[in-house]
């Protein structure tokens, strides 16, 4: 089924432990995206790749991180985690990154918590 | 950087219809999103506004006046299945979209 998958579904991590999430879509979607979710303040971008090789940032970047090897991959990494980053994180792509009504689809999310 | 305002909650009876206003702020409009997200789920995309008007589908329709900076979600029917998380979104240039902190709807037999 053609989609975008995300693992894990939820994790416990220590603060300070380096942690990766996994996002992987078979579209062949050009622009993928990380947005984290908190209650009362809605989804925000943390970092975008708008075709493979190229990211940018978001609008809360500051300790993540992420790389675009390929179309399909598109991993987040927690270098250090806090516990301010306990969140639902959610990926998401789009076929052409803007133009029109490029409509974003969205993975069904990794819940983190850091203690 | 812009300011999307929507209400954190609405109630309605099922069968009735319900609009949910949204708000925004951007230099640089290039579209207008809405979302509905079910509890523990992911968004999943209901509609697109870049000119100004209605669009309709089905039980669903969105509106947009690029000029009051302001979009409504209408919708009609309302089914028990409707409860859910509706966001607005503002695409902003060329590929970032904006959220706003959603309208929880709850539907009421």
């Known amino acids: 089924i053609a989609g975008i998958t995300q693992a894990p579904t939820s994790q416990i991590l220590a603060a300070g432990r380096r942690m990766t999430l996994r996002c992987t879509q078979d579209?062949?979607?050009?622009?993928m995206y990380w947005y984290r979710q908190d209650l009362g303040l809605g989804l925000r971008l943390i970092h975008y790749?708008?075709?493979?090789?190229?990211?940018g940032k978001g609008e809360v970047p500051d300790g993540y991180s992420v790389s675009r090897a390929n179309t399909d991959d598109f991993p987040l990494t927690l270098a250090s985690a806090v516990p301010s980053q306990t969140s639902v994180y959610f990926c998401?792509?789009?076929?052409?990154?803007?133009?029109?009504?490029?409509?974003?689809?969205f993975g069904p999310g990794t819940r983190l918590t850091v203690l | 950087g812009q300011n999307i305002d929507q209400p954190t909650e609405m109630t309605a009876t099922e069968g009735a219809i319900v609009q949910i206003n949204c708000t925004y702020q951007?230099?640089?409009?290039?579209?207008l999103f809405w979302y509905q997200q079910h509890a523990g789920e992911a968004p999943t995309f209901l509609s697109y506004?870049?000119?100004?008007g209605l669009e309709e589908k089905g039980r669903f329709s969105s509106f947009l006046s690029r000029s009051k900076g302001y979009s409504y979600l209408l919708l009609k029917e309302l089914q028990m299945k409707d409860s859910a998380s509706y966001l607005c979104?503002?695409?902003?240039?060329?590929?970032?979209?904006?959220f706003g902190a959603g309208t929880t709807v709850t539907v009421r037999a």
């Open positions: 506004n870049v000119l100004d």
């Open positions: 951007t230099s640089g409009f290039n579209g």
């Open positions: 979104a503002v695409r902003e240039g060329d590929y970032k979209l904006s």
């Open positions: 790749s708008n075709t493979a090789g190229t990211t």
């Open positions: 579209m062949r979607h050009n622009a």
């Open positions: 998401a792509s789009s076929p052409s990154g803007g133009a029109g009504g490029d409509t974003q689809y």
